[in-house]
């Protein structure tokens, strides 16, 4: 330090400057040529973890670590994972089961939850019309129940038995079991025909499926109960509520599903939410069915009083949450944060109770991916575009909501993409490029996503807005000058429109059957391509006019 003191009072600053770059470069170079190389690769491998003038960067890598040594020491809250294939709508090709199972058996899922609505080869007198036109044949259910053995999944039936029954309800030979005769939403409970109706449709799905232990009897979201002129004289002979004649039917088909079929029932928690927990022990329904409470919100919405109600009253509990079908009837392209956060929602949940006698009550979780949100309804989201949204929320369940970076990159590595799904700026649109089975629909319903919003840029250009309304259409009164450049940019709409035409219809071949590709496009693409086509040719009529009236028009 004297030494120093002495040079700057007697040297220039320039020369002490260039002495302390010299002192610095051979201390440097000194302490680098103690470093000993690696042996994996013979360079010398510097840690900078000490010197590094970057704190944020040192933080990041001693995170990195611990994370890594954390991974390996997590438990599993949900030890089943089931993830829900909804066949109403889009319906995969029995051989997309091939293909698919191998990959959600790695990313941990232990079962498949398949609601097959009218998917399923129904067959008698009373149910000859119920399937699909496209429905799966028995030798394709026993074929995917097959896949899903050898790739150790379970097979768990869905079979709706209250609510949700539009698509047995809308035929003109079961108007008659309505609950409403305009609603085909609900069975009416006491009509002498309906629990043997119901039986009959629940033997013929578990003939078919030999191996399956569960069945889940749906009985959400029952809009319509005990309206009907049967169910109110019942219901006043009795002195029930509606809540007493809904358990009276869930518990029957329960009974039913134990006693002639051998299978555990399971069914949806909604309806019993507003029921009191007197009213339930009474019932003995914690004892007949497991209870699937179902929630997609990121932040759960669910009262404290009734997870100590349940807690109370069911022996089995299972957790729904949602991949994909929660975020809007039409909705196209999947939010994968948005799921995420649901994930951690219910993570953190359960992890309540981990300490607690009541753990053992929960016996795992369903990822669902509604398809519909009901029959009538249009396509949401499609199983291939979800995909990066379902593998993230697997491999969140396998390792905890803690280690975010390495399952975002361990999803992206098992679909074979680039970038990330859970860290990319905008959750509207991401454009990573795949290599997993279905990925040509991912593809297509990105390409669908860019031209949306390129149609919503076109639609609201104040040229359309101030030149092509239905005044100026009508009144055939517009300048020219704005037309041509606006005209462009329609005609480059359409070209777009034609390409997504041809993409889905060749990309959703290794997926799905025609209809499915000419569904969607006739409902998510058709009315804008239409609209263009409109605004296009009204414009070439437009460009005719070369005088115009005196105001008023």
């Known amino acids: 330090m004297a030494v120093l003191v002495k040079l700057c009072t007697h040297w220039s600053a320039k020369r002490f400057l260039w002495l302390v770059t010299i002192i610095f470069v051979l201390v440097t170079l000194c302490w680098y040529m103690t470093v000993p190389p690696t042996a994996e690769t013979g360079q010398r491998k510097i840690d900078c973890s000490q010197t590094s003038s970057n704190p944020e960067a040192v933080n990041s890598m001693d995170l990195d670590d611990m994370e890594t040594e954390q991974i390996g020491s997590y438990v599993p809250l949900f030890k089943s994972k089931i993830v829900h294939l909804d066949l109403k709508g889009a319906p995969p090709k029995p051989a997309y089961f091939e293909e698919i199972f191998p990959l959600l058996a790695k990313l941990g899922a232990t079962g498949i939850l398949m609601e097959y609505e009218d998917m399923f080869p129904y067959a008698g007198l009373s149910l000859e019309n119920t399937p699909a036109h496209n429905a799966y044949t028995p030798a394709a259910v026993t074929q995917i129940n097959q896949l899903a053995k050898e790739n150790h999944l379970e097979i768990i039936p869905l079979i709706q038995t209250f609510g949700h029954l539009e698509f047995l309800l809308k035929l003109p030979e079961h108007l008659h079991l309505r609950e409403v005769p305009d609603q085909p939403q609900a069975i009416c409970p006491t009509q002498n025909e309906t629990l043997p109706l119901l ?116 022996d089995n509990i299972w957790a729904a949450s949602a991949f994909k079908g929660a975020t809007g009837s039409n909705q196209q392209i999947t939010s994968v944060r948005y799921h995420v956060e649901n994930h951690r929602a219910w993570l953190r949940l359960i992890d309540e109770y981990k300490d607690t006698a009541f753990i053992s009550k929960f016996k795992g979780i369903m990822l669902t991916g509604w398809s519909r949100y009901d029959h009538f309804a249009v396509l949401c989201e499609l199983l ?15 390792y905890g909501e803690n280690h975010l970076h390495f399952i975002d990159q361990e999803a992206v590595k098992y679909l074979g993409c680039s970038g990330s799904f859970v860290f990319q700026l905008s959750q509207e649109t991401y454009y990573p490029s795949c290599n997993f089975p279905g990925w040509e629909v991912l593809s297509v319903i990105q390409n669908y996503g860019q031209v949306m919003e390129q149609y919503a840029k076109v639609l609201n250009n104040s040229v359309v807005r101030g030149w092509l309304t239905d005044y100026n259409l009508a009144k055939q009164f517009s300048s020219p000058t704005h037309l041509s450049g606006i005209g462009t940019e329609l005609s480059y709409l359409q070209t777009s429109f034609d390409s997504l035409r041809r993409e889905s219809e060749s990309s959703f071949d290794a997926v799905y059957d025609t209809n499915t590709a000419k569904e969607w496009f006739e409902t998510h693409v058709k009315p804008m391509a239409d609209r263009v086509n409109e605004l296009l040719m009204a414009i070439e009529t437009l460009r005719t006019k070369n005088v115009w009236p005196r105001r008023p028009l």
């Open 199 to 314: 039986f009959q449709m629940l033997q013929q799905v578990a003939k078919l499926h030999p191996e399956s232990k569960r069945i889940h009897i749906g009985a959400d979201e029952v809009y319509f109960i005990g309206r009907c002129n049967a169910c109110q004289e019942r219901m006043n002979t009795k002195l029930w509520s509606t809540s007493d004649l809904f358990i009276d039917h869930v518990s029957a088909v329960a009974k039913f599903v134990n006693d002639k079929l051998g299978m555990r029932p399971m069914m949806w928690d909604d309806e019993f939410r507003s029921f009191s927990e007197s009213q339930l022990v009474q019932s003995g329904i914690g004892k007949l069915v497991d209870i699937v409470v179902w929630n997609y919100k990121p932040s759960l919405e669910l009262d404290r009083e009734i997870w100590t109600k349940y807690l109370n009253v069911f």
């Open 384 to 398: 291939p575009a979800a995909f990066p949204s379902l593998a993230v929320d697997l491999l969140l369940l396998q």
